[in-house]
């Protein structure tokens, strides 16, 4: 579970609601019409723009990146060089008995006990890497949509209730209240876009390149058992995708 996108999110909403208490009542930055201009305006250009399905499953892909267990590239080396070790013992054939979690690293270990070659294995896997991106692509333009299209919203709203607060000024007494309702849309359009929506998006575009660059780990790998790499210069080949100080040859 990615703790620290929970304590973000928990941290900034808790944030933000104690500093609007500390300065008045909670109520004054609630207002339904403004709620229904960001928030009804930006979900309807979001269907406008992508397919239904990047709209709903956005929804699932966010509440799936912060519940589920992070892969760890350090991990993966390790185990490419578990399966160099036993294909340099046994033979490839050997690998034929390995069943792993990972679909991507299972589909790798069947070509290879199938006989692909190097070339038809390096091409099939990238394809996958590939459709993944293009995949994780449309997920994160969503959240990219809602940071660029919430405070448009915003200011659109903050528009429409400066010239309803224009069209009636024969009480100066409402001028300010007035004021303040209709800068409530831009608050909420900014609030949305900078606190939950680019915050995601960047989040979820850094998950999408650990996992290309594990899938790269797997390709690498399985490649060098293939073409009967000696497992520790393969890990060492391998270890090349991680920090120094997390390597085991440093």
């Known amino acids: 579970m990615d703790i620290a996108t929970i304590i973000g999110l928990l941290a900034g909403f808790g944030l933000m609601g104690w500093a609007i208490l500390m300065g008045g009542s909670f109520m004054l930055f609630v207002d339904v019409p403004s709620i229904i201009i960001v928030f009804g305006g930006t979900i309807c250009v979001l269907f406008i723009k992508h397919t239904m399905q990047e709209v709903f499953g956005s929804v699932g892909v966010f509440m799936k990146s912060i519940s589920v267990d992070q892969k760890n590239?350090?991990?993966?080396?390790?185990?490419?060089?578990?399966?160099?070790?036993?294909?340099?013992?046994?033979?490839?054939?050997?690998?034929?008995?390995?069943?792993?979690?990972?679909?991507?690293?299972?589909?790798?270990?069947?070509?290879?006990?199938?006989?692909?070659?190097?070339?038809?294995?390096?091409?099939?896997?990238?394809?996958?890497?590939?459709?993944?991106?293009?995949?994780?692509?449309?997920w994160i333009a969503v959240y990219e949509g809602i940071g660029d299209t919430a405070p448009a919203f915003g200011m659109i709203g903050t528009l429409i209730g400066l010239v309803q607060m224009l069209a009636d000024m024969s009480d100066p007494s409402k001028i300010g209240p007035a004021m303040a309702v209709a800068l409530i849309t831009t608050f909420y359009g900014a609030f949305l876009a900078n606190l939950v929506a680019i915050?995601?998006?960047?989040?979820?575009?850094?998950?999408?390149?650990?996992?290309?660059?594990?899938?790269?780990?797997?390709?690498?790998?399985?490649?060098?058992?293939?073409?009967?790499?000696?497992?520790?210069?393969?890990?060492?080949?391998?270890e090349a995708a991680i920090p120094p100080m997390q390597r085991e040859y440093n």
Not at 74 to 102: P, T
Not at 214 to 233: A, E, S, T, W
């Open 73 to 138: 590239p350090e991990d993966y080396v390790a185990k490419m060089a578990d399966l160099a070790n036993m294909a340099r013992k046994d033979g490839l054939l050997a690998l034929e008995k390995i069943k792993v979690e990972d679909n991507f690293l299972q589909l790798g270990i069947n070509l290879c006990v199938d006989g692909a070659d190097p070339d038809f294995l390096e091409s099939v896997l990238n394809k996958e890497v590939n459709y993944l991106n293009e995949r994780h692509s449309g």
């Open 199 to 238: 915050p995601i998006s960047f989040k979820l575009r850094a998950y999408s390149q650990k996992e290309q660059l594990i899938r790269k780990i797997v390709i690498d790998g399985l490649m060098g058992i293939q073409k009967g790499v000696n497992p520790r210069m393969l890990q060492i080949s391998l």
